[in-house]
Structures are given as structure tokens and as C-alpha cells.
């Protein structure tokens, strides 16, 4: 079995699919490790869709669970109490009102 590229991407090599499509992972130093591994292991998942395409379905579902996970621990740092309580859309208000996002479009996060 020999592994080759997804006809849908428009890259001729993994190297340009990463730069044209995935660009660099870059988290701020206040992530904790934890969410960093994960960040990491989803960017693998999403280099690897060049060629199986599905795997961007894998990458996207777990960096939604993982986002919600940094903000319920981001949450839990600030608001020092649990945020269990809440739901992703809840922690997305909370943290657009901190302003804690680098784009502070809502649309993009909802």
C-alpha cells in the first residue's frame, strides 16, 4: 500500500500543504501542558489529512474539547472556582467579556 496525497488539497507536497494550509502552532506560555499536548497531537492530526482527509473530522471534534477544556481551566485560575457548571457558550461569553481572546469577533468562537 502505498500512501498518497487527498486529491481535494491543491498542495504538490506535505510541506506545502503545512504552509499554505496549517501555518505555525504557536500557543501563548500561560497554556498548560496539558492543552499544549493536545494543541500538538491535533496539529499532527490535521498534517496528516493531506493524506487522509477524514482526519480533519478527528482534529476539529477534539480541538473543540480541548478548547473548552483551556477555558474551563483558564476559568478555574481566574475565577478561582470550578467551572463545571458551565457550558462552552457560557465560558466563550465569559472570556470575551475578559477580553482574554486575540480577536475579540464573536462570531469566530460561536
Not at 478548547?67 to 478561582?80: D, G, P, Q, T, V
Request: glycine content about 2%; aromatic content about 12%; charged content about 30%.
Amino acid at each position: 500500500m502505498q500512501i498518497e496525497k487527498h486529491p481535494i488539497w491543491d498542495a504538490p507536497d506535505v510541506k506545502t500543504f503545512k504552509e499554505q494550509w496549517l501555518g505555525e502552532l504557536y500557543l501563548k506560555p500561560e497554556v498548560s501542558e496539558e492543552i499544549r499536548e493536545q494543541a500538538f497531537i491535533i496539529n499532527k492530526l490535521l498534517l496528516h489529512s493531506y493524506y487522509e482527509y477524514d482526519f480533519i473530522d478527528i482534529a476539529m471534534l477534539q480541538g473543540i474539547i480541548s478548547f473548552e477544556k483551556a477555558l474551563r481551566i483558564r476559568y478555574s485560575e481566574l475565577e478561582n472556582k470550578s467551572a463545571r457548571k458551565l457550558n462552552l457558550g457560557e465560558l466563550i461569553d465569559w472570556a470575551l467579556t475578559l477580553k482574554l481572546f486575540e480577536d475579540p469577533n464573536p462570531d469566530i468562537y460561536k
